[in-house]
């Protein structure tokens, strides 16, 4: 295996600056990137601070108690960001996704989610609405982030067994209490809930089949997820890294399943459904998610931007730098002149990194000092 390295440095990069356009034309729907990729989705990062310290995401040994997280004044406040998320959504973005960090941790979130709640997409329908959660708080929040508007959630949760998930959460969080949050979830109706499980070889990979005996059938999606080389703080290593190909036969020595279409383009995960007696998927006993960024590069169906808590705007979950539109916000400029901006930055994006990755050197795949996933969510 290969020697572990974490760089110890600040994740913050000097922003580009964005671009002001000469000429301003209003949104039309319709925006395309340099490969024909439409804008559909928007992640909103509303912190950079985490309860957790999961060793690929936030290791403690970068995020300890001394680290320096952005101030509050630095934050984009709930009402830039809703008008950001107003412009996005008349260029076309149709769902909005609220990440962190842990988005449960910014107070009164509940407050952003009812603006977020109000604004249209150019097709006058409110926009898909969802949050990516640890679940550490969602057993008390879940009824007030429904009723402020939020649609469903997407918990992270990487182990049922309650030792293995504290080693790796690395806080001594127990598994019983973030279940507790799933179900309170559901309860409220925040539904279809997502779970994501992060999957490192030798860490973790004994909890496959239990993950997915656990909610099979429950109504909740469990999707496995390729152990990412994202930013540079987590000493990703490719021999930790279990193939989706590998999880899914894993999975096929304990059950039946059959492939799915995709649900939507753009989509990430692609799905296997739950075989019945008769060979075909059984709705009720659910499907199961395979996300493979690391060997099977889904860059050409991108349709994602992500705004990071100060307000910076990333092409790319690899991205090394993102463009600067909370300075634009402050400058006072006009919704035609911020939209002509947002507008030219996706019309150039030409981001592919997952493609081209098998084709760098190794001894380069990482040499880039590339963004937190904690600073620009998942």
């Known amino acids: 295996m290969a020697e572990r390295v974490i760089p110890l440095h600040d994740q913050r990069i000097a922003a580009l600056a964005a671009p002001r356009p000469?000429?301003?034309?209003?949104?039309?729907?319709?925006?395309?990137?340099?490969?024909?990729?439409p804008l559909r989705d928007l992640r909103i990062s509303v912190t950079d601070r985490c309860n957790f310290r999961c060793s690929y995401c936030m290791p403690k040994e970068v995020f300890?108690?001394?680290?320096?997280?952005?101030?509050?004044?630095?934050?984009?406040?709930?009402?830039?960001?809703?008008?950001?998320a107003r412009l996005f959504l008349a260029h076309g973005v149709r769902k909005i996704r609220l990440t962190g960090g842990e988005p449960l941790l910014r107070k009164n979130i509940e407050q952003l989610i009812e603006m977020l709640a109000g604004l249209r997409t150019v097709e006058g329908e409110p926009p898909e609405l969802t949050l990516t959660t640890n679940g550490s708080l969602l057993k008390r929040k879940a009824h007030a982030?429904?009723?402020?508007?939020?649609?469903?959630?997407?918990?992270?949760?990487?182990?049922?067994?309650?030792?293995?998930?504290?080693?790796?959460?690395?806080?001594?969080?127990?598994?019983?209490?973030?279940?507790?949050?799933?179900?309170?979830?559901?309860?409220?109706?925040?539904?279809?809930?997502?779970?994501?499980?992060?999957v490192k070889r030798g860490t973790n990979d004994d909890q496959i089949v239990p993950m997915a005996r656990h909610f099979r059938g429950s109504g909740i999606v469990l999707r496995f997820i390729e152990y990412m080389d994202v930013g540079?703080?987590?000493?990703?290593?490719?021999?930790?890294?279990?193939?989706?190909?590998?999880?899914?036969?894993?999975?096929?020595?304990?059950?039946?399943?059959?492939?799915?279409?995709?649900?939507?383009?753009?989509?990430?995960?692609?799905r296997w459904g739950y075989a019945g007696p008769d060979g075909r998927h059984d709705p009720a006993l659910g499907e199961v998610g395979f996300i493979s960024s690391v060997t099977q590069a889904f860059c050409r169906d991108c349709n994602r931007a992500r705004l990071s808590t100060e307000g910076r705007l990333y092409l790319c979950l690899f991205a090394e730098r993102g463009y600067d539109l909370r300075a634009l916000l402050r400058a006072g400029v006009s919704d035609a002149e911020l939209a002509a901006s947002l507008a030219a930055i996706w019309g150039s994006r030409n981001d592919r990194y997952s493609e081209i990755r098998a084709l760098l050197p190794p001894q380069t795949r990482r040499s880039a000092r590339r963004i937190e996933m904690s600073y620009i969510g998942g």
């Open 232 to 270: 540079s703080s987590n000493g990703w290593c490719l021999d930790e890294v279990l193939p989706s190909a590998q999880v899914r036969a894993r999975l096929q020595e304990a059950f039946a399943l059959v492939p799915l279409p995709p649900g939507a383009p753009g989509e990430t995960a692609e």
């Open 22 to 37: 000469a000429v301003a034309q209003a949104p039309t729907g319709r925006l395309f990137d340099a490969l024909q990729r």
């Open 145 to 198: 982030l429904r009723q402020a508007g939020l649609q469903r959630v997407t918990v992270s949760l990487d182990a049922l067994d309650d030792a293995v998930f504290q080693r790796m959460n690395d806080v001594g969080f127990p598994v019983a209490e973030v279940l507790e949050g799933i179900a309170a979830a559901q309860a409220a109706g925040l539904q279809p809930i997502k779970v994501n499980m992060v």
């Open 64 to 84: 300890g108690k001394d680290y320096p997280y952005l101030p509050h004044a630095d934050l984009l406040t709930f009402e830039e960001i809703t008008r950001l």
